[in-house]
């Protein structure tokens, strides 16, 4: 669920980052446009005015005049960003500097300046003179093109580091979330691993997590309550039910071994003794049964060795099978894990029950236990008639029998218990065709270790 | 002997009380749990049977008072949970065996004989357990009958052993498997009896007086 999380989370602080540029790049691409339109429209300003000076200074002075001042305006180093040229009717320079295109038309034209180095842009305008020739006013863009660029690098640095910055605030956000979440997660596994009384801690600070852990553990304590209730009534059902129950068991008894009852009598009682036994018995089961389903996991459980306790049923067995024409065969090699000895040898007991009941006579019980990297394993096969497909996600339910009318004995809460024990280990089930037969499989995590942490 | 029995269900405590009476012991009856503390710790008896849930002081709150104290009297615990870790808790908190409701009282008087004949066992030489003309030597792990060896796996040998440390009384199959498997559970058949009549033919076959005898509705016993 973590593993969800985080690529959620980074999926999460990547959209901010691009959200982030984005709406840097549309600014940044507007404030651009805007400086660059109005420096142009400032230097066409400059430009024009100069030139309308220039054709006064002609108007007023005569054309050598224009001329003298257009060559001494040429020679000042201070002004050598402006660029002024006069060209007679034939388009030959008749004063300034050399320019390296000049438009047919009059009017506002641009270009770069090959004469120099870093080939400034120039803004220029061309005039007609009454003479037939052409006045050209112009100014390299050199200082306000500078300001662009540094601009634009200044842009570029902001948005590198706007970008770190996202990141960054992107990846302590889904951090920080992550950890909270984590907290909560971490609860709610333990929480399901059988640490009932365990409750998401509280750091006081208010926030929507902390608000989130509370009704958690409002709703725990709340369930918490409804389950004792439920213990409660079961401890007391146990207590009050069974009482008159044994006493009515120990009636018959007595009954039964009074002296003047005779041989049918006492038939027909051992036969109520045998079903109130059974009845106590199931009722004895059933009760087992919720208290394993409520007991907590394993992890402060003793190591024992499940090929020890499947070999020991076996040795309990055997003879029975013997007995009914089976072979009951012992293939366990040693299989380390933490549990409960006496619920482990139960599920294996009921385990092989359920095999020689349903095993052909004259077929084999193979019980074997292995252990490798992901845990160990108990293996009972036998050569019975299987379970069908459809028919192996029910076995496990309570009181379900899948041949009623076979007639077999038994509770119908052999397996059910046997999952309850396995499920408590913190272990799965199987259940695998033999071809013939039916397999079923219980798998453990290995001794000592813990679950695998989900997240990473 | 001298039994007390506390026990809250007055049926059950009746029942108890006659059947052990029956059987030649002395009874006494407490309620609950505040009179079953003063009767045990005033008294003597020989066992106590008492029930683990009690109103008022419930029965493992009186065992530990009472062993708190330096009590040392034989304690069988009933409860109507027969449920692992009570019966971890039960031994723990100081009972010598613990027998869940409902019981046959088969089950309770062999249990109860077990526990009060614990650590005085009846046996001759160290090492050594001897019924009739049968010898069990448990250094050696040899078994004798009128002088031939008799060959057992040593699950039969712990079997066996267990039968003649209680030999003379019944034994309940429940009793056997705890002891001789070590494990505590509920067999679904009476695999037990298999194991038994195995043990049987080893020991009996060819002798002319039978040791291990069924006794109907118990177990087994072995003797004479």
């Not at chain 1, 112009?138 to 996202?166: I, P, S």
């Not at chain 1, 009598?265 to 009845?279: H, I, K, M, N, P």
């Not at chain 1, 065969?329 to 009921?350: C, E, I, Y």
């Not at chain 2, 009767?39 to 106590?48: G, I, N």
Request: aromatic content about 4%; charged content about 30%.
């Amino acid at each position: 669920m973590l593993q969800r999380l985080h690529s959620t989370s980074a999926r999460l602080v990547l959209a901010v980052a691009l959200a982030f540029l984005a709406a840097f790049l549309l600014l940044g691409a507007g404030v651009y446009s805007r400086v660059l339109a109005s420096l142009d429209r400032d230097t066409r300003e400059f430009v024009r005015s100069d030139a309308a000076d220039l054709l006064a200074l002609r108007r007023d002075a005569g054309a050598r005049a224009l001329l003298d001042e257009v060559d001494a305006r040429s020679r000042d180093p201070d002004q050598d960003d402006l660029l002024y040229a006069v060209f007679d009717r034939d388009g030959r320079r008749m004063a300034g500097k050399p320019v390296p295109h000049l438009p047919r038309r009059n009017g506002w034209t641009s270009f770069r300046d090959a004469s120099v180095a870093d080939r400034p842009r120039v803004i220029a305008r061309v005039v007609a003179l009454d003479d037939g020739g052409r006045l050209l006013a112009g100014m390299r863009t050199r200082a306000e093109d500078g300001f662009l660029a540094a601009m634009q690098r200044a842009a570029l640095l902001a948005l590198v580091l706007a970008a770190a910055c996202g990141l960054l605030v992107g990846w302590l956000t889904s951090r920080w979330v992550g950890a909270k979440l984590a907290r909560l997660d971490d609860t709610a596994r333990r929480i399901a691993g059988g640490e009932l009384g365990l409750r998401v801690p509280a750091d006081g600070s208010g926030d929507p997590f902390d608000r989130v852990g509370a009704r958690l553990n409002a709703m725990l304590d709340r369930i918490d309550a409804l389950v004792d209730g439920v213990r409660h009534a079961t401890d007391h059902i146990a207590h009050d039910l069974r009482t008159p129950l044994a006493r009515m068991r120990n009636r018959l008894e007595e009954l039964r071994d009074a002296a003047d009852v005779d041989t049918a009598g006492r038939d027909a009682l051992d036969a109520a003794l045998l079903e109130s036994d059974r009845l106590l018995q199931t009722f004895a089961a059933l009760l087992r049964l919720s208290r394993i389903e409520v007991q907590a996991s394993t992890e402060a459980m003793p190591e024992l060795d499940l090929g020890r306790i499947a070999a020991d049923a076996v040795e309990l067995y055997a003879p029975s099978a013997g007995a009914e024409g089976m072979r009951l065969l012992d293939r366990s090699t040693p299989a380390p894990m933490r549990g409960d000895a006496d619920q482990l040898f139960q599920a294996v007991v009921n385990l092989l029950d359920n095999a020689l009941r349903h095993a052909q006579a004259g077929g084999d019980v193979v019980v074997s236990t292995m252990a490798d990297a992901d845990g160990v394993v108990l293996e009972v096969a036998d050569r019975g008639p299987g379970i069908a497909e459809a028919d192996r996600s029910r076995v496990f339910d309570r009181f379900e029998r899948l041949q009623p009318d076979r007639g077999t004995p038994g509770s119908g809460l052999g397996l059910s218990l046997v999952r309850a024990i396995v499920i408590r280990h913190g272990g799965r089930i199987e259940l695998q065709d033999n071809r013939p037969g039916l397999r079923v499989l219980l798998r453990f995590p290995l001794a000592g270790g813990d679950q695998p942490p989900v997240s990473s | 002997m001298r039994v007390l029995i506390v026990e809250d269900d007055q049926q059950t405590a009746a029942y108890l009380r006659k059947a052990l009476q029956e059987d030649g012991h002395a009874v006494d009856h407490a309620g609950n749990g505040r009179d079953g503390l003063f009767l045990a710790s005033t008294e003597s008896y020989d066992a106590v049977v008492l029930d683990r849930m009690l109103p008022g002081l419930d029965g493992l709150a009186v065992l530990r008072t009472l062993r708190g104290a330096g009590n040392t009297t034989p304690v069988l615990l009933l409860t109507a949970l027969a449920d692992v870790d009570h019966r971890v808790e039960g031994l723990r908190a100081g009972s010598d065996d613990y027998l869940a409701k409902p019981f046959a009282y088969a089950e309770l008087s062999a249990r109860l004989d077990g526990i009060v004949r614990r650590g005085a066992v009846p046996g001759t030489a160290p090492g050594r357990l001897e019924v009739a003309d049968l010898t069990l030597d448990l250094e050696r792990r040899d078994a004798l009958r009128g002088g031939r060896r008799i060959a057992l796996q040593p699950r039969e040998f712990r079997l066996l052993e267990y039968l003649m440390r209680h030999k003379g009384r019944a034994v309940t199959r429940t009793m056997l498997l705890e002891a001789v498997w070590d494990y505590h559970f509920d067999p679904q058949t009476n695999v037990i009896d298999v194991h038994v009549s195995r043990l049987r033919q080893k020991i009996d076959q060819g002798f002319d007086r039978p040791l291990l005898h069924t006794v109907r509705g118990v177990g087994y016993r072995l003797g004479d």
